[in-house]
């Protein structure tokens, strides 16, 4: 029997160039490996190990040509060709495994004993070349493309575009392959068929690198999104529905359900996509064993083909823990046509996903809880307002109606006895009477104070025209008042109208306290539905760097009582610099509808 290299088609002579092409194309595998594996170690990921074993099998399949070419033993030549056969085998499983998920099956076994077997009898029974080396150039080849198809199917299911750069590299790599019966064996190819078989594998290299780049990249835009879920505002409902329709925007993703750990067995808070099915099916059918392991380990799950279930079209399940601090008070669960629809790396972006989901249901529950305690409060702050002007009525109408009567009838009774004194003793009674008036006086400004009569007898506009004509003559200030039109409308109830004219009352007072203003100038006016009132002044303006709250904080508390006011009336009030150099009180209340 003649050996394989004493074949008409023998191989030639081993040269130098071709020997430090094997050895170049050697120390490249291995790095390839070397970095395969550090991925796998960095990420536990098993298709970075399956891209690693691949690797150190080419690398065997170098080791053994070199030898082959060193020796010229036979032996050497056989296992070339059965790891050969075992490297595009290694390849298409590392495709699989990653694009697929796929777990080994015995039945794998047929393929990986047909380099072997074949190997013996193309190297030992075989004399024709074309025969020897067809079935195993043919295997080679359709193994490589069926490893670019799978990588093709991954780029049309994830627009990946690494993907696509090893599924064209495999494409070409597979062509290249059919060419080894008529070129490489006859040694035209000698040493740049090893150059080739180099630049495809680094090319494959970089599609892999380029892969782990684009996870954290699509990793990175999941994680953004939900972050921006974390300002979104409204009940439990929305919050839901806005998490899982940014998740449905990641590739592949076809459907995203929410299971919360409370309520009876697990309460099924939201889904979106294809997972709408599982309001009208049982969906704990081939999924609740895992959605229940989630929730007692804490740990993410991402599985193939979870039971025979309505949406088992979609073959990937991921389960991913929502954690809120630490514990786990919901299941995400997502269906999709790739493998790991998060397209995460490890399992730490996982939980940090998870956890992103959960602080967005935390923010939105702190967030309701903060809006209805401010509800709260300022309902609470308009019932003091209200009891407060409450107790001002009752006080004005007892000093009104008792204490201001009693000085009346003692002023009557004083004037009486006045009339039977001596001109010494009346004089002094004249003065007593004039004390008597002085204490109606002050009793009278008190109660008007207290409650103004005219805003109950005649509203709100006469009552602040009376306001400012008293302020004027008390103080001496000139004051410019600018009414609306009397065509105008002004809707407002009781309280609103109150709580305007203790504005203009503060505000005018202020101005006497602290603007040392030479002139006063007040406008009313109505603008969509809202009425606005204005009091600038020529004074000495704002402090420096003083805000309402600064000064509210320093002892103004006119202004704190009059922002309780306006504000719990829907109205805003401001202070800023006025026209005129001083400074200039805004007031908006709303209108009543």
């Keep these: 029997m003649r050996l394989f290299y004493d074949m008409d088609l023998a191989i030639p002579t081993t040269s130098l160039g071709e020997l430090a092409a094997a050895f170049f194309q050697l120390v490249i595998m291995l790095g390839l490996a070397g970095v395969s594996g550090a991925l796998y170690r960095e990420y536990k990921k098993p298709y970075f190990m399956a891209w690693t074993t691949a690797w150190l099998v080419f690398s065997l399949r170098l080791v053994a040509i070199v030898t082959f070419m060193l020796t010229e033993n036979r032996v050497w030549l056989y296992w070339h060709q059965v790891t050969t056969g075992w490297t595009a085998l290694a390849f298409l499983w590392a495709a699989l495994v990653f694009s697929r998920q796929l777990a080994w ?92 078989d180099t630049f495809f594998s ?26 921006g879920e974390l300002h979104r505002r409204g009940d439990e409902r929305a919050i839901v529905d806005g ?55 804490g740990r993410p799950e991402v599985l ?36 790991d629809p998060f397209a995460a790396l490890d399992e730490r972006f996982l939980l940090t996903l998870g956890r992103q989901v959960g602080a967005a249901m935390d923010n939105n529950d702190l967030y309701t809880r903060l809006a209805s305690r401010t509800d ?55 003065r007593v009477l004039e004390l008597v008036d002085t204490g109606i006086q002050s009793i009278r400004n008190v109660t008007r104070n207290l409650r103004p009569s005219l805003l109950d007898d005649l509203g709100l506009m006469p009552a602040l025209k009376a306001l400012i004509q008293d302020f004027s003559d008390r103080t001496s200030l ?49 603008d969509s539905n809202t009425l606005h009132v204005s009091v600038e002044d020529d004074g000495r303006g704002i402090p420096q760097g003083a805000t309402f709250e600064t000064l509210e904080r320093t002892g103004h508390m006119g202004l704190a009582g009059m922002r309780e006011r306006i504000g719990g009336m829907g109205g805003r009030v401001s202070l800023s610099p006025s026209t005129f150099g001083g400074a200039k009180l805004s007031v908006e209340i709303p209108l009543d509808e």
């Excluded at 680094?202 to 972050?227: D, K």
């Excluded at 786990?328 to 046509?337: F, H, I, Q, R």
């Excluded at 702050?381 to 009525?393: D, I, P, S, T």
């Design 105 to 196: 099956r015995n039945r794998y076994l047929y393929l990986v004993a047909f380099p072997p077997l074949w190997s013996y009898i193309a190297i030992y029974q075989l004399d024709n070349f074309l025969l020897a080396a067809g079935p195993a150039v043919l295997f080679l080849s359709l193994a490589t493309l069926w490893t670019g198809w799978v990588l093709w199917k991954h780029h049309r299911a994830v627009r990946s575009t690494a993907a696509l750069i090893i599924a064209v590299t495999m494409f070409l790599w597979a062509a290249h392959h059919l060419d080894y019966p008529f070129l490489r064996a006859r040694g035209i190819w000698n040493p740049w068929g090893y150059y080739l």
């Design 304 to 339: 193939r083909d979870v039971g025979a279930v309505p949406w088992h079209a979609h073959p990937y399940t991921a389960s991913l823990p929502v954690l809120q601090g630490n514990q786990v008070a919901g299941v995400l669960v997502m269906v999709g046509d790739a493998r």
């Design 376 to 430: 709260e409060l300022e309902r609470l702050a308009a019932r003091m307002v209200q009891q407060h002007e409450e107790e001002r009525r009752h006080l004005s109408r007892e000093l009104h109606d008792e204490t201001a009567q009693v000085f009346s009838a003692v002023k009557l009774q004083l004037g009486l006895v006045k009339e039977h004194l001596d001109v010494k003793l009346a004089a002094r009674m004249a």
């Design 478 to 526: 000139p004051v410019t008042f600018d009414p609306p039109p009397p065509d105008d409308e002004i809707r407002l109830s009781g309280e609103g109208e109150l709580a305007v004219f203790r504005a203009l009352q503060e505000g005018l007072a202020n101005v006497v306290r602290h603007a040392d203003a030479s002139h006063v100038d007040v406008k009313v006016w109505v």
């Design 202 to 227: 680094l090319a494959v290299g970089c599609g892999v690198l380029l892969l782990v780049v684009e996870e954290l990249q699509r990793g990175l835009r999941a994680v953004s999104n939900l972050s």
């Design 243 to 297: 998490l899982l329709a940014s998740l449905e925007q990641l590739p592949g993703v076809r459907g995203s359900a929410l299971y919360l750990t409370h309520g009876p067995e697990g309460q099924l808070a939201g889904a979106t996509g294809v997972c709408k099915q599982w309001k009208a099916v049982d969906p704990t059918a081939g999924i609740g064993q895992v959605i229940e392991r989630v929730v007692v380990t």
